[in-house]
T-cell receptor
Framework: KAGVTQTPRYLIKTRGQQVTLSCSPI?????VSWYQQTPGQGLQFLFEYFSETQRNKGNFPGRFSGRQFSNSRSEMNVSTLELGDSALYLC??????????????FGSGTRLTVV | QKEVEQNSGPLSVPEGAIASLNCTYS??????FFWYRQYSGKSPELIMF????GDKEDGRFTAQLNKASQYVSLLIRDSQPSDSATYLC??????????????FGQGTILTVHP
């Protein structure tokens, strides 16, 4: 069974540019979450999608957005990049039934560097 | 108060000892609790989850949950150098405004020395 696939693995962007990151969840997983990880802040929740609907959003500015497609694949977009957006962006997916959730499986992440 | 707090590290234990990792959470509506391990340069991987009060054992790992005290812990028996990693506690409330959100603590760095 293939794991969670994130592309690209590494990105270098210039301040002011925008970037789109992609995530393919494990087959059958309909819940996809995105996290930002930095040494100082740890794992910060960005947003969570289930069956194409955003169920929750973290405390990030509107420059951070995401979406989920009908095949559960997800993308996140960051517009007008700032130096502080440099981080590891992790996507995670999970199977979820009624009242059942057994934790997320994480992808390898996309390392974004803003210069 | 942080939503999920872990005991400050780093924690250093000798090989073969028991490592004890602790976590407290603030949301009384939290329903499920997870421990992840993250090696340097890698993404987090799920070790265990626990839903009910009490202990849950899986090999050398035991998760303990006390909802009344809002406390969850992870014990690693017979610690090995390969257990050296950052351990992340995560909490999920499947209702209300937190629905769908898994909140992580800052992590505790564990070093097991030979």
């Amino acid at each position: 069974k293939a794991g969670v696939t994130q592309t690209p693995r590494y990105l270098i962007k210039t301040r002011g540019q925008q970037v789109t990151l992609s995530c393919s969840p494990i087959s059958g997983h309909r819940s996809v979450s995105w996290y930002q990880q930095t040494p100082g802040q740890g794992l910060q929740f960005l947003f969570e999608y289930f069956s194409e609907t955003q169920r929750n959003k973290g405390n990030f500015p509107g420059r951070f957005s995401g979406r989920q497609f009908s095949n559960s694949r997800s993308e996140m977009n960051v517009s007008t990049l700032e130096l502080g957006d440099s981080a590891l962006y992790l996507c995670a997916s999970s199977w979820e039934g009624t009242g059942e959730f057994y934790g997320y499986t994480f992808g390898s992440g996309t390392r974004l560097t803003v210069v | 108060q942080k939503e999920v707090e872990q005991n400050s590290g780093p924690l250093s234990v000798p090989e073969g000892a028991i490592a004890s990792l602790n976590c407290t959470y603030s949301d009384r509506g939290s329903q499920s609790f997870f421990w992840y391990r993250q090696y340097s340069g890698k993404s987090p991987e799920l070790i265990m989850f626990i839903y009910s009060n009490g202990d849950k054992e899986d090999g050398r790992f035991t998760a303990q949950l006390n909802k009344a005290s809002q406390y969850v812990s992870l014990l690693i028996r017979d610690s090995q150098p390969s257990d050296s990693a950052t351990y992340l506690c995560a909490v999920r409330n499947a209702g209300g405004t937190s629905y769908g959100k898994l909140t992580f603590g800052q992590g505790t760095i564990l070093t097991v020395h030979p």
